[in-house]
C-alpha cells in the first residue's frame, strides 16, 4: 500500500511541476534576484506594506490588518492616527529591524531568517517596548539563543523546556506573515490593483517554498489521496514518522563526504558539528550541522572556513581562537574581533575582500554566501528543496562539484592571506 501511495502522490507532484512550468508559475522576482533570504529586503517590503503612506496607495488598511492578524493588539483610532512604523530603528546602541511606535506603544520586531542573535540583544530589545511584547519573527517560530534572552525571565512548558522568555513573542513567516498576506490579498481594492497584487503573491509563493508548503491544487489532490482509505492514511503515517531520519541521512552523506574531501586535501578540521544531524529536524533549538577548516593563523587567531547548514547549506569564513589545533570556544561576533585584534581582523578580511568580493555578512561570519548545484540552485535542507531530493541521485556528482568549488575558493584566501602575513602586499 505504500508503494501505491507513493506512486500516486509522485504522479500528482509531477503534473503539478508540468502545470507550473507551462503556465509561468515558476518566474518569481524574488527567487530570481535572490533577494527572499535578505533580511534587509524582506524588512524594506514589510515596512513599505505597513506605512500608510507608503507606495502601495492603500493607507492603512495593511498595517490594521498586522496589528490584528499579527501583533493581536488592541488600537485605538487615536494609536492608529499616531502610528509610525521605523526600519532600523536606534535603540541602547543597536539597531532594531522594525520597530512601530503610537500614542500608547512603542513595538519592537526583530526579524531572524538565518542570521544569529548578538549577546544581549534580545534582552536589550525588550527594554525598550511599551504596552507590548517584543516581536521575534522567524521562519519556523524559533528561539532566541540563550545568550540574547540572558536577564529574561524563561518561560517553560509542563516538562520544564523552555518556550519562550518574558516579553518576547514568537511569530513566524510560516503563519502569522503568510495570513496577513492572505488576508492583503483578499481585500477588494487589492485583487483590482495588478502590480500590488502580483508582488504579494510572489513574496507569500517564496515564503511557502521556503518554509515547506504547498497550496493550491496540489496540496488538495495529496490530501484526497491519503484520506481515500484508511490503509492510505497509515502508510502516509508511516512515510511521516521515517521521513526526518530519511532526510537527515542524505544531509549526513554530503556533510561527510565533503568533509572527507576536505581532510584527504590536507586541510586540517578544527571543529566538527555534525551530530548536529540527529537533533535538525527534531529539535525547535535552532541547530548548525557543518565542520570548519583552519585558512590561516596569525598566533592564536585563526581564519576558519566553514561549510554549514541552517535551513539552507552555506559556507562562508569566520574568525575563532585556536589551540592545539582546535577551536578553543565559541566563535567571537565580529566587533568583538575588530576591538581587540585590529590588525589581524584587518589583514584576514581584507584577503577575503580582494579575493571574494562584496559580500553578505552576518554577526559572526565576515563572508558568506549559498552553496548551489551545477544547475545553480540552493538547497534548502529545512523544507528539502528540489536540489537536496536529487542528491539522492546525483551524490557523488554533486559532491565534487560542490567540493571543487569550495577548494578553489578557500585555497585562493589562503594564498592572498599568507602573502599579506608576509609583507608582500
Not at 545553480?376 to 557523488?396: I, R, T
Request: hydrophobic share 40%.
Amino acid at each position: 500500500m505504500i508503494d501505491k501511495l507513493l506512486a500516486e502522490v509522485t504522479a500528482i507532484s509531477k503534473k503539478y511541476a508540468l502545470i507550473n512550468q507551462k503556465t509561468g508559475a515558476n518566474f518569481n522576482i524574488f527567487d530570481i534576484a535572490d533577494i527572499a533570504t535578505d533580511e534587509v529586503v524582506v524588512c524594506k517590503l514589510i515596512c513599505e506594506l505597513l506605512d500608510c503612506r507608503g507606495s502601495h496607495g492603500q493607507d492603512d488598511a495593511f498595517f490594521r490588518l498586522f496589528v490584528n492578524e499579527v501583533l493581536e493588539l488592541d488600537f485605538s483610532e487615536l494609536d492608529y492616527q499616531t502610528a509610525v512604523v521605523h526600519r532600523e530603528y536606534n535603540a541602547n546602541r543597536r539597531r532594531i529591524d522594525i520597530v512601530i511606535t503610537s500614542l500608547n506603544h512603542l513595538i519592537p520586531i526583530e526579524v531572524k531568517l538565518f542570521s544569529g542573535d548578538q549577546d544581549g540583544q534580545c534582552f536589550d530589545y525588550a527594554k525598550t517596548r511599551v504596552n507590548s511584547d517584543l516581536y521575534y519573527l522567524t521562519l519556523d517560530e524559533r528561539l532566541p539563543g540563550e545568550n540574547s534572552a540572558e536577564g529574561l525571565n524563561p518561560e517553560l512548558d509542563e516538562s520544564g523546556k523552555v518556550i519562550s522568555y518574558e516579553g518576547i513573542k514568537l511569530i513566524t513567516f510560516r503563519c502569522h506573515i503568510v495570513n496577513w498576506i492572505n488576508k492583503c490579498l483578499a481585500l477588494p481594492e487589492v485583487i483590482k490593483i495588478a502590480p500590488i497584487r502580483e508582488i504579494l503573491l510572489q513574496f507569500k509563493d517564496v515564503l511557502l517554498k521556503l518554509t515547506g508548503q504547498k497550496e493550491g491544487g496540489e496540496k488538495m489532490e495529496v490530501v484526497s489521496t491519503i484520506l481515500s482509505s484508511p490503509d492510505t492514511l497509515k502508510s502516509a503515517i508511516e512515510i511521516e514518522k521515517a521521513m526526518p531520519e530519511v532526510k537527515a541521512n542524505i544531509m549526513k552523506n554530503i556533510l561527510h563526504e565533503l568533509k572527507w574531501l576536505f581532510e584527504d586535501s590536507g586541510h586540517a578540521i578544527i571543529y566538527d558539528y555534525e551530530q548536529q544531524i540527529d537533533d535538525y529536524y527534531m529539535s525547535r533549538t535552532k541547530t548548525f550541522p557543518g565542520f570548519g577548516v583552519e585558512v590561516a593563523r596569525l598566533e592564536n587567531i585563526a581564519l576558519v572556513f566553514y561549510v554549514e547548514i541552517e535551513w539552507f547549506f552555506v559556507y562562508g569564513f569566520s574568525l575563532a581562537e585556536v589551540e592545539n589545533g582546535k577551536q578553543s570556544h565559541e566563535f567571537w561576533d565580529n566587533a568583538t574581533f575588530k576591538k581587540k585584534e585590529a590588525k589581524k581582523y584587518g589583514i584576514f578580511t581584507s584577503a577575503i575582500a580582494e579575493v571574494m568580493g562584496k559580500s553578505k555578512t552576518t554577526d559572526y561570519a565576515i563572508y558568506w554566501d549559498f552553496i548551489v548545484n551545477d544547475k545553480g540552485e540552493q538547497f534548502n535542507f529545512k523544507s528539502f528543496s528540489s536540489a537536496c531530493v536529487d542528491l539522492l541521485k546525483n551524490h557523488e556528482s554533486q559532491t565534487k562539484h560542490i567540493f571543487d568549488i569550495l577548494h578553489s575558493r578557500l585555497c585562493n584566501v589562503r594564498t592572498v592571506c599568507k602573502m599579506k602575513m608576509e609583507g608582500l602586499l
